[in-house]
């Protein structure tokens, strides 16, 4: 056994694991944590994502000892019931969600990606998520969560249009 300090969620946490441990474990018996879920085990259905140095990373397969002092972002890191996150209160808007399993893994693969690439073109979001697993049909919402929290994000174009009168008005394009 060996004592790690890990940063989840603003706070730091020490651990008495082995550093070959999955991070899942410590998340969910040392730290009580029930974002990321353990899903197939072997890292391909997204269930147990977290967010590692910006990164959407599958805890089920990652060694606690390879996390160093890097800040890890679970679910419950982004926002609570009272104040959701911009896009957990996407997804509670757009009714993106059916048995919830694999919202953690839905939610923090596309957070991280748009932290990323604030503006993707539709196919470049479908890429991202292709990776994490759903069963109960919700992807169109899902989708419209993630865009409704894109376009949140998106800054504002200002141009200036030239009306006819010649006088100059600023309008949004």
Same mark, same amino acid.
């Given at each position: 056994?060996?004592?790690?300090?890990?940063?989840?969620?603003?706070? #730091?946490?020490?651990?008495?694991? !082995?550093?070959?441990?999955?991070?899942?474990?410590?998340?969910?018996?040392?730290?009580?944590?029930?974002?990321?879920? /353990?899903?197939?085990?072997?890292?391909?259905?997204?269930?147990?994502?977290?967010?590692?140095?910006?990164?959407?990373?599958?805890?089920?397969?990652?060694?606690?000892?390879?996390?160093?002092? #890097?800040?890890?972002?679970?679910?419950?890191?982004?926002? %609570?019931? !009272?104040?959701?996150?911009?896009?957990?209160?996407? /997804?509670?808007? !757009?009714?993106? #969600?059916? &048995?919830?399993? &694999?919202?953690?893994?839905?939610?923090?693969?596309?957070? #991280? /990606?748009?932290?990323?690439?604030? %503006?993707?073109?539709?196919?470049?979001?479908?890429?991202?998520?292709?990776?994490?697993? &759903?069963?109960? /049909?919700?992807?169109?919402?899902?989708?419209?969560?993630?865009?409704?929290?894109?376009?949140?994000?998106?800054?504002?174009?200002?141009?200036?249009?030239?009306?006819?009168?010649?006088?100059? !008005?600023?309008?949004?394009?």
């Amino acid at each position: 056994m060996s004592t790690l300090t890990l940063n989840v969620n603003g706070r #730091a946490h020490t651990v008495d694991v !082995e550093p070959a441990t999955p991070l899942l474990y410590v998340l969910g018996d040392d730290l009580a944590l029930n974002g990321p879920k /353990f899903g197939c085990g072997l890292g391909q259905c997204g269930a147990c994502t977290v967010i590692v140095r910006g990164r959407a990373v599958r805890s089920c397969v990652t060694p606690v000892g390879t996390i160093g002092g #890097a800040e890890v972002t679970t679910l419950e890191g982004l926002g %609570t019931i !009272e104040r959701p996150h911009p896009i957990q209160q996407a /997804f509670i808007d !757009e009714q993106a #969600a059916q &048995c919830g399993f &694999c919202l953690n893994g839905v939610i923090l693969t596309a957070k #991280a /990606f748009l932290d990323q690439n604030p %503006t993707p073109s539709d196919a470049q979001l479908t890429q991202a998520l292709a990776t994490t697993l &759903c069963r109960c /049909f919700a992807h169109t919402r899902m989708l419209r969560a993630i865009k409704r929290y894109a376009g949140l994000r998106a800054p504002q174009k200002q141009a200036s249009v030239e009306p006819a009168s010649g006088s100059a !008005e600023r309008g949004r394009v």
